[in-house]
């Protein structure tokens, strides 16, 4: 069955200090991968998402992964995290032959002024 | 933009009765889900709906669990006898190319 693993339980940064959340998938085959964040009190926003061609790609508030195919992995990054970007993150994958995602079990950040 | 609404936002039940949880998908998406996330536990897919009839559901979606789409605009999900490890936050989302937009949950408590 596939899987998502994100190692980072609990992130605590400063402002302006950068950031890598790691993402780790179980599926050989054809994946479509998504980073959603969760702030306090809200519903799931997409942030990024991976379908085909460029394995680096650029989302919403200066966030960006990198789909890394031999690795199995998709980490999140963000050169210079704001308080504003306390949240829950959460990695997901879709197998292209099912309709469900996959969730990791997400990846609490915690930005401090 | 239009957005994937859910209601009640929270709602509170006494351990074995029936709830049902309503969404609005966005109007011209076909494809349609549940997932629940259980107070510090991932979000875990519970069923898919396309066609008027469940695609796919999971090991969670038991007897207990049933999805309608009555009347072309909701999309409901009930829970027959309702348990106490039913309590988790339900996210309704919605599907017309690759990407599920979600709702902003309904949180469930059972007493």
């Known amino acids: 069955a596939q899987s998502v693993s994100q190692h980072n339980h609990h992130v605590i940064l400063s402002e302006a200090a950068s950031l890598e959340l790691g993402c780790n998938y179980s599926?050989?085959?054809?994946?479509?991968l998504f980073w959603y964040v969760q702030y306090p009190g809200q519903h799931l926003q997409l942030l990024l998402k991976?379908?085909?061609?460029?394995?680096l790609v650029k989302g919403i508030k200066g966030f960006e992964a990198e789909f890394i195919k031999s690795k199995f992995s998709f980490n999140l990054r963000k050169p210079s995290v704001q308080w504003s970007d306390t949240a829950e993150y959460f990695c997901?994958?879709?197998?292209?032959?099912?309709?469900?995602?996959?969730f990791g079990t997400g990846t609490r950040l915690q930005v401090f002024p | 933009e239009p957005e994937v609404t859910q209601t009640p936002s929270h709602q509170v039940t006494q351990m074995g009765q029936e709830v049902i949880l309503r969404c609005v998908p966005i109007?011209?998406?076909?494809?349609f889900y549940w997932y629940r996330q259980i107070l510090g536990q991932k979000v875990e897919f519970l069923v898919s709906f396309y066609n008027n009839e469940i695609s796919e559901k999971s090991e969670i979606f038991d007897d207990q669990f049933s999805v309608e789409r009555p009347d072309g605009s909701n999309f409901t999900l009930k829970i027959r006898s309702t348990k106490l490890e039913d309590s988790a936050m339900y996210f309704c989302a919605s599907r017309i190319g690759n990407e599920q937009f979600f709702g902003p949950g309904t949180r469930l408590t059972v007493l």
């Open positions: 991976y379908f085909s061609g460029d394995p």
């Open positions: 109007s011209n998406h076909l494809y």
């Open positions: 599926y050989g085959g054809t994946v479509n």
């Open positions: 997901a994958v879709r197998d292209y032959n099912t309709d469900k995602l996959i």
